[in-house]
């Protein structure tokens, strides 16, 4: 959504996640996936790295938090439910 009104957007991720599953995602609500996923900023930092958290929100006005919950199902992750929460970015 904040993509596609040309906000930027930037993402954390750990170093062990596989990003392309984005692009996956987003096949499914836009025909310009990859286009789309390309324009994420991504930032590899663990949440637990203030160092790496500090250059992550250097220059960000909002946060948008999703946490998943999750379940096993054949051995895959599948989200039960998405929580989306909005705040300020955090000081360090």
Known sequence: ???????????????????SIVTHVFSYY??????????IEWFEADIIDISKLTQAFAG????LQTEKNTRRVRGHAVAKGLREERHA???F
Do not use: C, K
């Not at 960000?60 to 946060?63: G, L, P, R």
């Open 1 to 19: 959504h904040l993509i596609s009104q040309g906000m930027p957007v930037r993402a954390l991720h750990r170093a062990s996640s596989d990003i």
């Open 60 to 63: 960000v006005t909002h946060v």
């Open 30 to 39: 836009t025909e310009n996936a990859a286009q789309r996923a390309d324009q």
């Open 89 to 91: 970015p955090p000081t």
